[in-house]
């Protein structure tokens, strides 16, 4: 067992800007912070279009990207969370420079500004086309620079631990649910073990990987969404899957996809379906630059009045420097699949990419459950409403990680807390209580793995059939009725084995997929990403869906 005042679950921008701001500020207490996988393998990494902050208030203003937040929202974001956002957002740009990150400048020393569907003005600093590589890379360097940080890599985190583990009764209507710390599974001596924390935040990430192809790596398995459900957490607006409209398509490819960002479109790349037609503006006069649901949608559309896998993006006319400069990735990418941009189209085709719902929390991060906090990817705060505006991602997970911050040093110095937690981490929340230690009697090795891996490519298909960027009634039935009877099996099989994190992502996943085919069917109407054909407009009712 160990015992720590600062749990931080997750090594993408949220958790690591938590964790520094947190460490710097009580540089006498340990701070500790756990992945499942190696540090540097997160949804961040893969970043690669970069932050959309206001920088030049002349030639652009907070308003601006306030506004178009909200009409890519389709009226359910949170205006007071989209202010803050937006406005406290080039204060934490400026810390993550400070921090190391690097942006690309022009010749006079300014930004260079990129621009993305949705957006009224170019504002988007980047890197060339790896922005999230060189943001985990100068959080990783700062993280390793601060002594009383410790990461602990290959960790799997199970559950989070709350009354429930003491033997009270925990339903959802419980306003006093409190976070002890969390259970997880050691990979590396494969035992489970148990983390007592005063106070925990989540930075889970997304959850790409409950479809067939996706942008995200494979760590984005909607762990943490997953946990606070069982643990009777709210989740809202799952029904949100962003899919991206242009993530490299490779024949039979499984899991993780190569995105080619939107900024492709921004600097002139044109769409083009099987008979070379730019045919976006048939479906919106902001052609390629609409807004990512327009745009996947227009595609899906086109795929299947011609019957093939994937549209072309052509970047013919761009010419090799000009490319190159800014998207070096994408060019050699493409480039070492036999694809020469300056000769050849790419193609593509939309995959999931971003999950705007997520945990429910407050405008300073707090979840529903005492003492846990949320940030980044895996929360829902309010900001993307129905449809998130391109890289407004990033920033949240920056705002809210300072927010979670600034409430957490609140607590403990409104109460005097942090003498108390010298003593004993838990004293407080638990009154001496003692927490179980996971209880594995009754369980042994799965005799089959292939349980486990085809209830998967199961899950990921009738995900990406009858819940993906078009759907309906029968089509959300359909996909109900099977995830019950993997549920079903997946809980026989977790009952009776010794974890794994393949079984634990199941798991997870099936969990996702249900909250996503729940929100979904619940919601009577088409709104921002979730589109109905049997409710093809949007209800009077303006709400969120909160599980
Ligand atoms: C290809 C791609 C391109 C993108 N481009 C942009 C962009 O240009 N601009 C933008 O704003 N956004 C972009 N996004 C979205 C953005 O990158 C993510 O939303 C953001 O990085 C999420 O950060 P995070 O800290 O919340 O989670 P992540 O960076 O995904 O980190 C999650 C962490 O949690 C850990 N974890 C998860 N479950 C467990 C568990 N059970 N136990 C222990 N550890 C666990 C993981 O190992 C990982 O360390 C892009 C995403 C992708 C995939």
């Known amino acids: 067992m160990q ?198 935040l989540l930075a889970t990430g997304g959850n790409g990987q409950v479809y067939r192809t996706t942008t995200n790596p494979s760590i984005a398995t909607g762990d943490g969404v997953a946990m606070v459900y069982r643990a009777k957490g709210r989740i809202e607006n799952m029904e949100f899957i962003q899919f991206h409209p242009t993530a490299l398509y490779e024949p039979g490819l499984r899991g993780q996809a190569f995105l080619i960002t939107e900024a492709v479109r921004g600097d002139g790349g044109i769409l083009r379906n099987k008979d070379g037609e730019a045919f976006m503006a048939r479906y919106d ?8 649901d327009i745009v996947a949608r227009a595609i899906d559309s086109e795929m299947k009045r011609t019957g093939t896998e994937h549209v072309w993006l052509d970047c013919r006319h761009f010419g090799k420097e000009n490319f190159t400069e800014h998207f070096p990735n994408i060019y050699q990418k493409c480039l070492s699949i036999g694809i020469d941009i300056t000769l050849h189209m790419i193609p593509v085709a939309p995959a999931a990419h971003y999950s705007c719902g997520g945990i429910k929390t407050d405008e300073w991060g707090k979840t529903s459950i005492k003492n846990l906090y949320v940030c980044g990817e895996c929360s829902s705060t309010g900001l993307h409403g129905a449809n998130r505006l391109a890289s407004n991602s990033l920033l949240e997970a920056m705002v809210f990680a300072h927010r979670c911050y600034l409430d957490v040093i609140d607590k403990v110095e409104a109460s005097a807390q942090i003498s108390a937690l010298d003593g004993d981490p838990i004293a407080i929340g638990l009154e001496g209580a003692a927490v179980p230690d996971w209880n594995a009697t009754g369980t042994s090795e799965p005799k089959e793995m292939i349980l486990i891996t085809q209830s998967l490519k199961e899950l ?56 996503i085919v729940k929100g979904a069917s619940f919601r009577k109407e088409s709104r921002g990403l979730h589109f109905n054909t049997d409710y093809p407009g949007k209800s009077d009712l303006v709400q969120n869906i909160v599980l």
Request: charged share 30%.
């Open 460 to 515: 990921q298909q009738v995900m990406s059939d009858y819940v993906g960027i078009v759907r309906n009634d029968i089509r959300l039935k359909r996909a109900m009725r099977r995830l019950d009877l993997l549920w079903e099996e997946t809980e026989k099989l977790y009952e009776s084995s010794s974890l794994s994190p393949q079984l634990l992502e199941l798991r997870n996943l099936i969990t996702v997929g249900y909250l």
């Open 3 to 200: 015992k720590t005042d600062f749990l931080v679950i997750g090594t993408g921008i949220a958790g690591l800007t938590y964790a520094l701001k947190v460490a710097r500020q009580f540089p006498n207490k340990r701070v500790l912070v756990m992945t499942k996988a190696a540090a540097d393998e997160t949804n961040t990494k893969y970043a690669q279009g970069g932050v959309a902050v206001v920088n030049d208030l002349e030639k652009d203003s907070f308003e601006k990207h306030i506004e178009d937040t909200l009409i890519a929202g389709d009226g359910l974001c949170d205006r007071e969370v989209v202010e803050i956002v937006v406005k406290e957002g080039p204060d934490r740009v400026r810390e993550i420079i400070e921090w190391g990150a690097r942006f690309d400048k022009e010749k006079d020393g300014d930004y260079k500004l990129g621009k993305e569907g949705g957006h009224s003005e170019f504002r988007i600093i980047h890197h060339k086309d790896i922005t999230g590589w060189e943001m985990e890379r100068a959080l990783l360097d700062a993280v390793s620079r601060q002594t009383n940080i410790e990461i602990i890599k290959h960790c799997f985190v199970v559950d989070i631990i709350t009354q429930h583990h003491l033997g009270y009764l925990v339903t959802k209507s419980a306003p006093d649910i409190e976070c002890y710390g969390v259970y997880v599974l050691n990979l590396q001596t494969n035992r489970i073990e148990k983390i007592l924390s005063k106070f925990s």
């Open 285 to 292: 006069e902001r052609k390629d630059l609409a807004p990512r």
